[in-house]
């Protein structure tokens, strides 16, 4: 009987361990949004994270700022960056490949921090 119940309890284990980890890597895929700004300028930030093959991602960085220069802020500008990242299945992460950065995700608040910067998932 105490094997019995072990068994099930080792099986469960197993089941809600899985369930985390896709749970993890389901939420990874979308956009997400983030405003940052200072006495110099302000920006917006939105990144779009694709899933590819193999545990790797294709992310879109499109950011907008205004520089600020004596208190008048100045016309729009964009940039656009393009990064590759591998997602690594013990850390729950993933690690942009050519700089390594690493994004952390929260599914429980919607949320992808990168350093200090957090970001919400809009979609």
């Given amino acids: 009987m105490k094997i019995i119940i072990l068994s099930v ?13 896709d749970q993890v890597r389901s939420f990874i895929p979308g956009t997400y949004v983030n405003q940052a700004g200072s006495e110099f300028s302000k920006a ?10 193999n545990n790797r991602y294709l992310i ?8 600020i220069h004596s208190g008048k802020i100045g016309k729009r500008e964009y940039e656009t960056e393009v990064w590759m990242a591998v997602y690594d299945e013990q850390a729950k992460i993933l690690k942009e490949t ?10 429980s608040a919607g949320t992808l921090r ?10």
Avoid: H, P, W
């Avoid at 309890?9 to 980890?21: P, Q």
């Avoid at 990168?114 to 979609?123: E, G, L, M, Q």
């Fill in 9 to 21: 309890c080792a099986v469960l284990m197993l089941f809600f361990s899985a369930c985390m980890r």
């Fill in 98 to 107: 050519r700089r390594g950065k690493e994004l952390v995700f929260d599914a």
């Fill in 44 to 53: 917006s930030d939105t990144l779009v994270i694709e899933a590819g093959s």
């Fill in 60 to 67: 879109q960085r499109k950011t907008g700022f205004n520089r």
């Fill in 114 to 123: 990168i350093s200090s910067r957090v970001y919400k998932k809009i979609n």
